[in-house]
Nanobody, 126 residues
Framework: QVQLVESGGGLVQAGGSLRLSCAAS????????MGWFRQAPGKEREFVTAINWRGGSTYYTDPVKGRFTISRDTAKNTVYLQMNSLRPEDTAVYYC???????????????????WGQGTQVTVSS
């Protein structure tokens, strides 16, 4: 089992920045990939970014490229999402997720993540 706890959400004006954190506990040594997803009201959960926990390769959805950065601190078992130049359309609940299987990990596919955090609200005002 892996437990994930997100923090760092809040209200920010358009053009501002936020940094989300996701602290993992439990069987963290089995983590292969970590991802961030978001879900806006009335919309499907969508992929934002992911990182290979061991090698550090990163993946981004096009709308956030150049604005968001995912990183990890393996010593702290924590993944971060630095969000700059925020836009109102970035408003959503942001979830972090962990993949522990490895062999079948597809970063953008939510069904490939076995563990999820409770989510943190990000609201960007215009």
């Amino acid at each position: 089992q892996v437990q994930l706890v997100e923090s760092g959400g809040g209200l920010v004006q358009a053009g501002g920045s936020l940094r989300l954190s996701c602290a993992a506990s439990g069987r963290t040594f089995s983590t292969y990939g970590m991802g961030w997803f978001r879900q806006a009201p009335g919309k499907e959960r969508e992929f934002v970014t992911a990182i290979n926990w061991r090698g550090g390769s990163t993946y981004y959805t096009d709308p956030v490229k150049g604005r968001f950065t995912i990183s990890r601190d393996t010593a702290k078992n924590t993944v971060y999402l630095q969000m700059n130049s925020l836009r109102p359309e970035d408003t959503a609940v942001y979830y972090c997720a962990a993949n522990v299987a490895g062999w079948d990990w597809v970063p953008s596919r939510p069904e490939k993540y076995a563990y999820w955090g409770q989510g943190t609200q990000v609201t960007v005002s215009s």
